[in-house]
């Protein structure tokens, strides 16, 4: 018989003993055997020259080039002097 997976998101922290530490309560009454993965977070140290690299190649945003998204033209608002 093939077993239902359920995933749960949480997180959690590994302590100084190497025990997984969950930051809250988990929506399951126990005991239940369960399979656990651990994803680390690795820390991304990047400059602003490579974070605005990285935007200017991702297609994130592509949709704002579509003609519907072209909203305000050079009549709309007030200048600004700073």
């Known amino acids: 018989m093939d077993k239902l997976e359920k995933a749960i998101e949480t997180t959690a922290t590994i302590d100084e003993k190497r025990q ?6 988990l929506p399951v009454v126990g005991p239940k055997k369960v399979r ?5 977070l690795e820390e991304m140290n990047m400059d602003e020259k490579e974070w605005l690299k990285l935007a200017s190649v991702s297609n994130a945003f592509d949709f704002l080039k579509e003609p519907e998204e072209d909203i305000y033209n050079s009549s709309d608002g007030k200048p600004f002097h700073d």
């Open 20 to 25: 997984l530490v969950l930051d809250e309560p």
């Open 36 to 40: 656990v993965i651990i994803l680390l």
